[in-house]
């Protein structure tokens, strides 16, 4: 076997903590659910019960609502802030109070379809987690029923210091109830994290939805920062499809037709945010009630779930390619040369393995094998470069963040597999 296939394998054995993968040793030493989703794509390669496994265990965190929450605290550990303390919630094992992009269901099909179907007991109770979950999405999450969902939190997009929230965000005070201590620059060169003013107002709203005691109703009529998101809506709509498709083989008619629906509604909120003059696809800020212009990976993110008519998909490959130019590693988080391009600090401009692999699957849904090809190549070659870091500076190739990366070993073993 290559041996960068081997080391991808050694690293999500390192990262185990007792059937759940840390995304990298004591920066993330908790379960983290997105993380694990790809985590889980990555062991299905190869050892499918390890991989429902990890979705087993980010199950056990679910709330009695349906929502999945972004850190599950199995064990106790020191050497991360915002720990349980922090975030106040009630469920029998600790957890974060918000969410993540869901992208659970799009795991649980591939687990599912790695397995064959002598497995249907296994998938059965975590196809249920995730309607369940799919559910809470449409109702906490898109209460007038628009067909996008909304983030309250930049960490519940996952890109939490992305230039796309940097408005929204702004709006949120940078007073807190609970005292600042972070550990991630305390492992990490701070130059590559988010800037001691992002934690302040992230903590601000910690404590904002705390004092909510976490319902979502009091939460979304008390939340500073309210964003629909395209990049989420996208993968929750993937994820639907998924779901879907497992509805169906299951035999769960009714729950079929009833995700369908969902899935149709997001379809159509979301063509409706493409923007032409742009060339991408642009969330919207609902407490100002404006498009969100910044221009990052989200607006290229609807591909993965979307069927775009040739123009559309012409013009998002074209503008993706003037971004690319010139770069060591593709694809950027920001589009380079703009003042908020900052190629080393965290959300703000490096390539990310999985933001790539989610771009390559939406390309070639959209017949557009070339430029998915060339992510891929650029992607394997920045990990086999560099090694498994948490993210690449695009300009220079170099490996940033945290190293011995789970999520990038599950890209790489993904990738690989094309
Ligand atoms: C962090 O702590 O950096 C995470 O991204 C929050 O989930």
């Known amino acids: 076997m290559n041996k960068h296939l081997d080391e991808a394998r050694r690293i999500l054995a390192s990262n185990d903590r007792g059937g759940y993968t840390v995304p990298t040793d004591r920066l993330y030493p908790f379960q983290w659910n997105w993380d694990s989703a790809f985590v889980a794509m990555g062991f299905a390669l190869y050892d499918v019960d390890r991989a429902y496994r990890e979705l087993e265990r980010l199950a056990e965190g679910q709330w009695a609502d349906g929502m999945i929450p972004h850190i599950i605290f199995h064990q106790p550990s020191d050497t991360y802030f915002p720990g349980p303390s922090v975030w106040r919630t009630r469920h029998s094992i600790p957890t974060s109070g918000i969410t993540q992009p869901p992208v659970f269901a799009i795991a649980l099909r591939k687990v599912h379809e790695a397995a064959g179907s002598i497995t249907e007991a296994r998938t059965l109770p975590l196809y249920e987690a995730a309607l369940k979950w799919h559910r809470w999405w449409y109702c906490a999450r898109d209460p007038e029923g628009t067909?996008?969902?909304a983030l309250l939190h930049p960490w519940e997009t996952g890109s939490?210091?992305?230039?796309?929230?940097?408005?929204?965000?702004?709006?949120?005070?940078?007073?807190?109830?609970?005292a600042v201590?972070?550990?991630?620059?305390?492992h990490v060169n701070a130059e590559m994290r988010p800037r001691d003013e992002d934690y302040k107002r992230?903590?601000?709203?910690?404590?904002?939805?705390?004092?909510?005691?976490w319902d979502p109703a009091q939460q979304w009529e008390k939340a500073p920062f309210k964003v629909a998101e395209v990049q989420t809506t996208?993968?929750?709509l993937k994820a639907g499809e998924d779901l879907e498709h497992l509805a169906r083989r299951l035999g769960r008619k009714d729950e079929a037709a009833e995700i369908a629906a969902l899935n149709a509604r997001s379809r159509k909120a979301l063509l409706a945010q493409w923007r032409p003059?742009?060339?991408?696809?642009?969330?919207?800020?609902?407490?100002?009630g404006e498009d969100v212009e910044a221009p990052t990976q989200a607006g290229f993110i609807p591909l993965l779930s979307l069927d775009l008519e040739e123009e559309i998909a012409g013009a998002l490959v074209g503008e993706m390619k003037a971004w690319s130019k010139g770069l060591k590693v593709v694809f950027p988080t920001t589009k380079p040369g703009i003042e908020s391009f900052e190629p080393k600090r965290y959300w703000r401009g490096p390539a990310w393995a999985i933001i790539n692999w989610l771009l390559i699957d939406g390309l070639k849904r959209n017949r557009q094998p070339d430029l998915a090809e060339e992510l891929r190549k650029s992607t394997i070659d920045a990990i086999e470069t560099e090694g498994f870091a948490e993210y690449f500076d695009p300009m220079t190739g170099e490996g940033c963040g945290g190293l011995g990366f789970s999520w990038t070993a599950a890209a790489y073993l993904w990738l690989m597999r094309q």
Do not use: M, Q
Request: overall charge negative; some cysteine; glycine content about 6%.
């Open 181 to 186: 201590a972070r550990k991630d620059t305390g």
């Open 147 to 149: 067909g996008l969902v």
């Open 234 to 236: 996208a993968i929750l």
């Open 277 to 288: 003059a742009l060339s991408r696809f642009v969330s919207r800020d609902l407490i100002s």
């Open 202 to 213: 992230f903590i601000h709203l910690v404590d904002t939805y705390a004092a909510c005691g």
């Open 160 to 178: 939490d210091n992305s230039p796309a929230w940097d408005i929204a965000l702004a709006r949120v005070p940078t007073t807190t109830e609970t």
